[in-house]
Structures are given as C-alpha cells and as structure tokens.
C-alpha cells in the first residue's frame, strides 16, 4: 500500500474542517467588526459571538451564560486552577490533581506548591487511571480544588472524573472541580450537569477547529479571582478584545461535530488496529483496552522513537512520540504508569479524528513492520 501523506497525530492538533475555514473567511471579510462596539458592524459582530457561545454551551449541556471564550485550553486551565486556588484560598490550602496531568495543569500547581498550597498528586495505576479510593482518601475538608483530566492526553485512558463531585459531597468539602476536557469534547459525550465539574476547558483545535480559541465553563454561581485585568470582555473573566475570526471557526468546528456517530465509527477502527498491532512481533500496546479510542499508544521495542518518527516521516506517515506539548522529555504519563524505560523510550502516539481511514491504520501497521525489520539492522 502506497499512500501520499498519512496524518495520524490528531492529539496534537487537526486539520480544520471545511465550516470552521467558511467561518473564519466571513468574520476576516465580512463580519469584522468589534463585538464591543454599538453601531451596526459591532452589533452584527456580538450576534456572531452570542451564536458562538450558544453553540458550545450547547455542546456542554450548559447555559450560554457560563461559557467564556480563551486562547484555548493551556490558558483555560491557568484560569481555572489559579482562579478558583487563589478566590477560595482562605478555606484551605490543599489542591489535589493526578500525576499525569497535561504540563499547563502540571506546572500551575508547581507554581500553588512554591507559594505555600499543599499539593496532592494522585498517582495512577498501570492503565494510567487514578483509583476512586485514592480519590476519597485524599479530599478531606481544607481541599479547595480538585484538577482532573476527563482523557489522558498521551494513552486515551479516561479518568474517574464523575466520581470527584460524589467524593467532594461525602467528605463535606469545600473544594471547586476542574476538569480539563481538552482531548474529550467532541469525541465523547459530555453533561456538565451529570459531570458535576465546576470548571471545565476545552479547546478548539482539536476539533477540527483553529488554533488560538477555546472556552472555559464557569458553573453558574461560582466565583473566580481574575488573573487579568482589561476592559471587561468576557465579563471580566478573560478580558481583550475577543478573536472574532478564531472564535467563528470554533463555532463551525462545533456545528460540525457527529460525537456519538464517530465514537462508534472510531471505536470499531481502533479495536481492528490494537488487533493487528498486536500481531506483530515486537509492538507493544501500552493504552488500555477501554481507552479513548481516538488515541493508541504503542512501542516499537527497542527502537528509540524519535528515530521511528523520522522514519515514518519519510513515508509520509505524522505521528508523535508522547504529548505535543512535551516535547524532548521523558514521558510523565508512561512513568507513573510504572512502564519499563525500554518501553517509554520507544513510545509512539497515534491519534486518530473522525476522518481517519482504514486504509490509513493498515498503512502504519505495514510501515512499522518495515521499521522493525529495517531499523533493527541499523543497530
């Protein structure tokens, strides 16, 4: 099989769909006013920002009036950990979160542990999970917030995130709930009310949307500490003038979305291609088997994996060695899974997006038993 370009790193970023690139144009050409401001090109600009936020909210099951608009989901977090730590600090001083957080939630508590919070990571098991009783051990009645991701970033694996507001109940806590659904708005189902999250951000481009714009749901009621000052945009929460040509591209992204529809397509997919990676010797699958299946996370044993990525790079095929964000750094995630460094040092993240092809999977299974084969010399 002979394949042009094979784009398999959809965790890192996706191509933008046809609707979000539509939007875009009409809000850089057209609909290109201020929102803040009164004549008739703000006003048209402000329906096209109130449409926007109605859209994700409605994604969310939320109301329009939580939903504020960011620079995507690295300043969503940043908002939401050092708003609700800093609003609610005289109640406590514990924040947990989990040892496999995505670095922008990983080092903001780096920054609450040097100015003085009591910092509980909470340690996964070998699939990459937090257990629930680790969870209910650690809140107790000085926790001020819980930081959770709903999907790991680098293996898929889906967090116990519904179980923090039933643990936060039982042990009469004070604490606010962040969840970071960046990798899980648009692939799974998502209820802000059942979730029970105080907090959640999401993020535009991976969805098929552009880079530069993501959102933040503030639970109606609850109060955050700005950490920044303007004109009082996004009701003070986020203020600047508000990226109108990113946030119309969102809107599309979002119009755009089939997430039971492509959950069922790509859990088909993903199960075929575990199935024939696992027949290869010399593959490991390291993402459990009820991960998001739009992310797998494989080793090609005892090859390192920046020369497999340079390799598949030559045929075309992009894929990434663990998170994006973290580039040139041993893998947190794989660590605290408690994975061999043989294993860590030849990891390899495949993430697919609802266009995603068989014909695409079946071409990285036969490049990677040419790896094996044709790497394996080299050595």
């Known amino acids: 099989m002979i394949m ?23 809000a850089l050409e057209t609909c290109w006013g201020n929102p803040s401001s009164l004549h008739d090109k703000g006003i048209e600009a402000d329906e096209l920002l109130l449409k926007a936020r109605k859209a994700v909210a409605s994604a969310l099951s939320a109301n329009e ?33 989990t040892a496999v957080e995505h670095p922008s939630v990983q080092k903001a508590f ?14 996964t098991d070998p699939f990459g999970r937090v257990s629930k009783e680790d969870l209910y ?25 519904e179980e923090i507001r039933k643990a936060v109940r039982f042990k009469n806590s004070p604490a606010l709930i962040h969840v970071d659904a960046v990798q899980a708005f648009g692939k799974l189902p998502i209820n802000v009310r059942t979730l029970g999250a105080d907090l959640v951000t999401v993020s535009s481009h991976k969805i098929h949307g552009p880079k530069g714009v993501g959102a933040i749901y503030i639970r109606d009621g609850v109060k955050l500490q700005s950490v920044a000052v303007g004109g009082g945009q996004e009701r003070d929460i986020r203020p600047g003038t508000e990226a109108m040509p990113n946030i119309a591209g969102f809107l599309g992204a979002v119009e755009s979305l089939t997430v039971k529809e492509s959950l069922q397509k790509l859990t088909k997919l993903r199960d075929e291609f575990t199935d024939k990676l696992r027949s290869v010797e010399g593959i490991t699958v390291n993402s459990p088997d009820d991960a998001l299946p739009y992310i797998v996370n494989l080793s090609l044993n005892k090859l390192n994996s920046e020369t497999v990525l340079n390799f598949m790079s030559g045929m ?10 973290s580039k040139g750094h041993k893998s947190p995630v794989l660590t605290a899974m408690g994975l061999s460094d043989e294993i860590i040092n030849s990891s390899i993240r495949v993430s697919l997006s609802r266009y995603t092809t068989k014909e695409e999977l079946d071409f990285f299974v036969e490049a990677s038993e040419k790896a094996l084969k044709t790497l394996a010399k080299r050595r």
């Open 65 to 97: 009036k939580e939903i504020y608009f960011t620079s995507g989901g690295t300043e969503g977090n940043n908002l939401a950990i050092f708003g609700a730590a800093y609003k609610n600090r005289r109640k406590g001083n514990r924040v947990i979160t």
């Open 137 to 161: 051990e650690a809140i107790d009645e000085k926790t001020v917030l819980v930081s959770m991701m709903y999907v790991n970033n680098e293996v898929g694996a889906i967090e116990p995130v």
């Open 110 to 123: 780096d920054r609450l542990q040097n100015e003085g919070f009591e910092v509980v990571r909470l340690k």
């Open 316 to 325: 075309g095929i992009y894929v990434s060695s663990g998170s994006a964000c």
């Open 4 to 26: 042009s370009e094979c784009y398999l790193d959809n965790s890192a970023t996706t191509k933008p769909c046809k609707k979000a690139v539509e939007n875009m144009l009409y």
